[in-house]
C-alpha cells in the first residue's frame, strides 16, 4: 500500500493533522488481536498534538473514509456529551476530565451497598411470615450485591487501563506491559497474571490494589448466599389459652355422697368405674395425665410454679429391718413378719405359710408372694399402709429357716405437691421437679353448716409450712381406701397341688402383676394416677378443680444477618472507591485514554526498524509476546507535543 497523497485538517478540534502513513510491511500483517500486535505493527498515524488524541483520531478517519451525515450526528452526540473538547484534557477544570462514567458508577455501587445494609439491619430477626416484599430476601441480597459488584468493576477497569499510560510515563518498561494491563482490566485471570508478572512492584500498587479487587470479587457472590439463614427460634404465641388443672379441694365424683339422708351414703354412678380404671392402668404403666391444654400451633407450653392437692407414696424397702418369727406346722413354716425397726408406723404384722411341694390334696400351698393394704382413717392424713413380701427364689422353708424374701413398705397420704419448671406439649406435660409435704388433719364439716363450703360432708387439711388448707370430701376420705385394700391385697402360690387357687378365684387378679413388676414403679404410678385424677375435673375425678394460667410458644422461622459475610462485598466497594479517588489523583496531569485501544495506534513506535518489528508468517499473539518481551520503550513528548513509544 502507498502513502495516501493528501492531508487534512480537523476543522471540528482545532488541530493540524498529517496524512496517515501506514507501511507497506505493517499493512501485510492484517488485523491484530490484542494491545501488544497493535503496538509492534509500527502503524504511524500522524503528529498528534499533546493533549488531543480522541479528536486527532477521530477527525482523521473520518476524513480518510468520507464522513458521512450519520458521522455527524455521532460527532455532535459526543460534543454535547463531553462539552467543549477544543481544549486539550489536561488544562481543562475537574468537569472535563471525563471521569464520569466512573464516578456514577461507584457511587451506584456504594448506594446498592448502603441500601442493601439499610435492608439487612430492618430484616434483622424480622419473621420470616413478616417480610413485606414480594421478592425472596436471598434474592434481594443477590440481586443488590451483584448491581454493586457489576458497578464496582466499572472503574476498577477504567483506572487499570488508565494507569497503563501512567506506568509508562514514569520510566521505560517493557512494551509486553501492555499487554499485561490490558488483560488485566478484562477480568479476574489478567489481574491474577498482572499480579505475578510484576511481582507487587512498589510502583504499580495502586494497579495491583484494582487487580485484587477484581480477583476477590469473584468470591462477591458467594459470600452475598451466605448473608442470610432462616433458623427456628421460640417465640411466645399469644391469643391462646394455655390451662393446667390444679385443685385444693377435692370433691370426688366416682365416690359421690347423698346428702339427702344425713350421711355418707354412696350414690352409685359410671364415674366410680373409670376412676377404677384409671387406677388399674397406672399399676400397668398408663399413668392418667392430669388437665392441661397446649392448644396448635404451640409446641412448647410453660406454666409457673404451684402447689396442689394430691396423694403421695413413701415406698421402701425394709427387707434389712424386717423380723420373722417361724413356728413349724405338720404342712411346712408358719412366718410372721414384723416391722419393729420402722418408727412412727404402726401397720401390724403380716403372717405367711411356707411349705413344700410334699403336701398333696387340698393342703396348704407354698406362697411365693403376699401383699396386704390396711386402710386408715379420716382423722390422719393417711390413705392408708402397704405390705408385701416377695420369694426371690423357690420359696420352700428350712426347718425354721424361712425361705429369701424381700419385704417392702409403703404408705399412701394425702399431701400438697408443689411443681417446678412445667412444661408441655400438646400431647403431654412434665415438671422439672417436684417436692411434697404431707398435710395435717384440722377439722370435720358437715352438710348443712353455715361455713360448709363444699355441699357435702369434708375433712380439712393444712401444710404446716404454708399454713395453706385443703378441703377433702368425706366420701372420698373413707371409701378410697377400702377401694385400694381391694385392689392391693392378694397373694400368689405354687399351684401344683392346688388346681382349686386358679385366676378365677378373684375378681381382680393382680397380685401376679405385683410379684413380677417393679413394686416402687406400680406404687408410685398408683399415687400419680390418684393426684392427677384429683387435678382433672372433666375425664377425672374431681368436680372443683382450679386452671393454672400459662404461656405458649412456637417455632418460628425468622431471618437472621450474619454480618461477618458482608465485610467482602463492603470492603471491596469502598476500596475501589478509594483508589478510584486515588487514580484520578496521580493521572491528573497525563490525558484521560483509560482502555482506549485507538490510543496505542496513535502512540507509534519510534527507534526500531521494520525489519526488527518483524514477525515471522504465520502470526500469533504468543510471538508478539516474545517480541514485546524484548522492547523497552517509555511514553514521551517530543518537541511537538506529540507522544511516542520511544526505544531506550
Not at 473514509?65 to 454535547?80: E, G, H, L, V
Not at 430492618?122 to 419473621?127: E, V
Not at 510484576?198 to 479487587?213: E, M, S
Request: net charge negative; hydrophobic share 40%.
Amino acid at each position: 500500500m502507498s502513502r495516501i497523497p493528501s492531508q487534512f485538517t480537523s476543522e471540528d478540534d482545532g488541530y493540524p493533522t498529517r496524512n496517515p502513513v501506514i507501511s507497506s510491511h505493517a499493512a501485510s500483517y492484517g488485523p491484530y488481536p490484542n494491545a501488544t500486535s497493535t503496538i509492534a505493527a509500527n502503524i504511524p498515524l500522524g503528529n498528534i498534538p499533546y493533549g488531543s488524541f480522541s479528536s486527532s483520531w477521530t477527525n482523521s478517519a473520518e476524513t480518510i473514509r468520507n464522513p458521512t451525515a450519520k458521522d455527524n450526528k455521532f460527532k455532535t452526540f459526543r460534543a454535547r456529551f463531553r462539552g467543549n473538547d477544543q481544549k486539550p484534557l489536561v488544562d481543562g477544570p475537574l468537569s472535563k476530565w471525563w471521569w464520569w462514567w466512573e464516578i456514577l458508577a461507584i457511587i451506584l455501587s456504594i448506594a446498592c451497598m448502603c441500601t442493601l445494609v439499610t435492608l439487612l439491619t430492618k430484616m434483622d430477626g424480622l419473621p420470616l411470615q413478616s417480610w413485606w416484599l414480594p421478592i425472596e430476601p436471598n434474592s434481594l441480597v443477590a440481586a443488590l450485591t451483584t448491581i454493586a459488584k457489576a458497578s464496582m468493576l466499572v472503574p476498577a477497569a477504567s483506572c487499570i487501563g488508565q494507569l497503563k499510560w501512567r506506568h509508562f510515563m514514569t520510566q521505560p518498561r517493557r512494551l509486553i506491559d501492555l499487554q499485561l494491563f490490558d488483560d488485566a482490566s478484562r477480568g479476574p485471570w489478567g489481574s491474577a497474571v498482572l499480579l505475578w508478572s510484576l511481582c507487587f512492584r512498589t510502583r504499580v500498587l495502586v494497579t495491583f490494589g484494582f487487580a485484587l479487587i477484581t480477583i476477590i470479587a469473584l468470591g462477591i457472590d458467594t459470600s452475598a448466599q451466605q448473608v442470610l439463614t432462616f433458623p427456628l427460634r421460640e417465640t411466645q404465641l399469644n391469643n391462646v389459652s394455655v390451662e393446667l388443672g390444679t385443685a385444693d379441694t377435692y370433691n370426688s365424683k366416682g365416690f359421690l355422697d347423698d346428702t339427702d339422708y344425713g350421711g355418707p351414703i354412696w350414690v352409685p354412678n359410671s364415674d366410680l368405674l373409670a376412676l377404677q380404671a384409671s387406677i388399674i392402668n397406672g399399676a400397668t404403666g398408663s399413668v392418667f395425665r392430669p388437665y392441661f391444654e397446649c392448644p396448635e400451633p404451640a409446641t412448647r407450653c410453660q406454666w409457673d410454679t404451684f402447689t396442689t392437692l394430691g396423694v403421695c407414696a413413701n415406698f421402701m424397702n425394709i427387707t434389712d429391718v424386717v423380723i420373722p418369727n417361724c413356728t413349724l406346722a405338720s404342712w411346712g413354716t408358719n412366718c410372721t413378719y414384723s416391722f419393729p425397726g420402722i418408727v412412727d408406723f404402726d401397720p401390724g404384722d403380716m403372717t405367711l405359710a411356707w411349705t413344700t411341694e410334699s403336701t398333696g390334696g387340698a393342703g396348704p400351698a407354698t406362697t411365693l408372694f403376699q401383699s396386704q393394704f390396711q386402710a386408715g382413717h379420716g382423722l390422719n392424713n393417711t390413705l392408708g399402709t402397704f405390705m408385701a413380701v416377695k420369694a426371690t427364689q423357690h420359696g420352700y422353708p428350712n426347718g425354721l429357716e424361712p425361705p429369701p424374701a424381700e419385704v417392702y413398705f409403703n404408705t399412701f397420704s394425702w399431701c400438697t405437691q408443689t411443681f417446678h419448671n412445667i412444661t408441655g406439649s400438646q400431647t403431654d406435660v412434665k415438671a422439672g421437679s417436684m417436692s411434697s409435704e404431707d398435710l395435717t388433719f384440722i377439722a370435720a364439716s358437715r352438710f348443712g353448716e353455715p361455713d360448709n363450703q363444699m355441699g357435702v360432708d369434708y375433712y380439712s387439711y393444712v401444710a404446716n409450712s404454708t399454713g395453706h388448707a385443703f378441703n377433702i370430701s368425706k366420701m372420698a376420705v373413707l371409701s378410697l381406701p377400702n377401694y385400694l385394700h381391694t385392689f392391693l391385697s392378694a397373694t400368689v402360690q405354687h399351684n401344683i397341688h392346688r388346681p382349686d387357687n386358679g385366676p378365677n378365684d378373684r375378681l381382680l387378679e393382680i397380685g401376679f402383676a405385683l410379684q413380677n413388676s417393679d413394686l416402687k414403679n406400680i406404687i408410685t404410678a398408683i399415687a400419680d394416677t390418684l393426684t392427677n385424677q384429683i387435678r382433672t375435673k372433666d375425664h377425672g375425678d374431681n368436680d372443683d378443680t382450679s386452671i393454672m394460667k400459662g404461656v405458649a410458644f412456637f417455632n418460628e422461622t425468622y431471618i437472621h444477618v450474619r454480618w461477618g459475610w458482608m465485610a467482602l462485598p463492603l470492603a471491596e466497594v469502598l476500596l475501589t472507591a478509594l483508589l478510584l479517588v486515588v487514580s484520578i489523583i496521580i493521572t491528573r496531569g497525563q490525558p484521560l485514554l483509560r482502555q482506549s485501544a485507538i490510543a496505542m495506534l496513535t502512540n507509534r513506535l519510534e527507534g526500531w526498524s521494520d525489519d526488527e518489528l518483524h514477525v515471522p508468517e504465520p502470526q500469533t499473539q504468543e510471538k508478539l509476546d516474545d517480541l514485546a518481551e524484548k522492547m523497552l520503550a517509555k511514553l514521551e513528548a517530543d518537541d511537538a507535543g506529540r507522544f511516542r513509544f520511544l526505544r531506550k
